[in-house]
């Protein structure tokens, strides 16, 4: 299994004087259950090389177990020095792409043509993708073959309005995710602020955010599996547990308990097979 993660290339955070990137946390945990799972990972962003982390991510009341690992991990940081440019990566070579969260994507993924043609082209191809916190906002101006915005008619999540003014940016930001998905004709699905909330609609994943994984240690993660040619017309056959499945080879895109209905809502996409258990340890 092959999957792309695309970064931010942005750093500064409007006109604060601040720096921003993506946030390491939503970078590092999903990483390493695609790669503890098997799956062959590439980085990419909109200018390639090294993408900027924003600098709060990595303060040590954020730091995990997990954004240690990534940190003294050199094969990980030789990808991160040279993540691939956006514009020269193609759908084709992957089976699914994950977008991390942090303030960045709302700059620059949320405007690039080439993130907004890669998202286009996995959705023709019927392919399953999913995004975290601000990076929903990286649909904004994705559209489907017949023009109309991506994300209309459809229930999503992200970066909250409440968790926007909790941090103080609400007059940063150039929009707030929550605001924009739902002028687009979304149907915007929240929890408490800093809640875990997850939304899966046909081929799309959303996750509110990703919890410090000191808080997450024996929680139960559900996978699914992925063909490297799926049939945009076939229907799931099957809906099945599996204790004990974790470093399944073709088991990487990691949705926690509470998503299980995500199988027979997205019974369309791609005769995908779920469901193999994997034990989080780290990322919601």
């Known amino acids: 299994m092959k999957v792309l993660m695309v970064l931010t290339s942005h ?28 799956a062959e990972v590439t980085l990419a962003s909109p200018k390639g090389g090294r993408p900027p982390l924003d600098p709060k991510s990595n303060e040590p009341s954020f730091q995990t177990d997990l954004t240690r690992r990534f940190e003294n991990d050199a094969d990980a940081n030789a990808q991160l020095d040279r993540t691939a440019r ?19 994507p709302m700059w ?11 998202v286009e082209s996995f959705l023709a191809a019927g392919k399953t993708f999913a995004l975290v916190c601000h990076s929903s906002g990286a649909l904004r101006h994705v559209k ?9 008619g459809k229930t999503v999540t992200g970066f909250t309005n409440g968790e926007e003014e909790a941090v103080g940016l609400t007059k940063v930001v150039p929009f707030l995710v929550e605001d924009e998905l739902m002028s687009l004709g979304a149907t915007f699905s929240k929890v408490k602020n ?8 046909g081929q799309l ?20 599996r992925f063909p490297p040619s799926p049939s945009p017309t076939s229907a799931y056959r099957r809906e099945r547990q599996f204790r004990g499945q974790r470093g399944h080879p073709e088991s990487f895109l990691a949705v926690p308990p509470h998503a299980q209905s995500l199988a027979a809502r ?18 919601l």
């Open 205 to 224: 994943i959303f996750l509110s955010i990703i919890m410090p994984s000191r808080h997450a240690r024996n929680c139960p993660m559900w996978t699914r």
């Open 266 to 283: 997205t019974a369309t996409n791609g005769g995908r097979e779920p469901i193999r258990f994997l034990r989080c340890y780290s990322w």
């Open 11 to 38: 750093d500064q955070l409007g006109i604060t004087g601040r720096k921003t990137g993506f946030w390491l946390e939503e970078l590092a945990a999903p990483y390493y259950v695609f790669k503890d799972a098997g």
């Open 108 to 118: 620059d993924l949320a405007e690039d043509k080439n993130s907004i043609r890669l």
């Open 144 to 152: 489907t073959p017949d023009g109309r915005p991506l994300v209309a």
């Open 194 to 201: 800093w809640g875990v909330h997850t939304v899966g609609d």
């Open 86 to 104: 956006l514009d020269s990566v193609k759908q084709e070579d992957y089976d699914t792409v994950f977008y991390p969260g942090g303030h960045g």
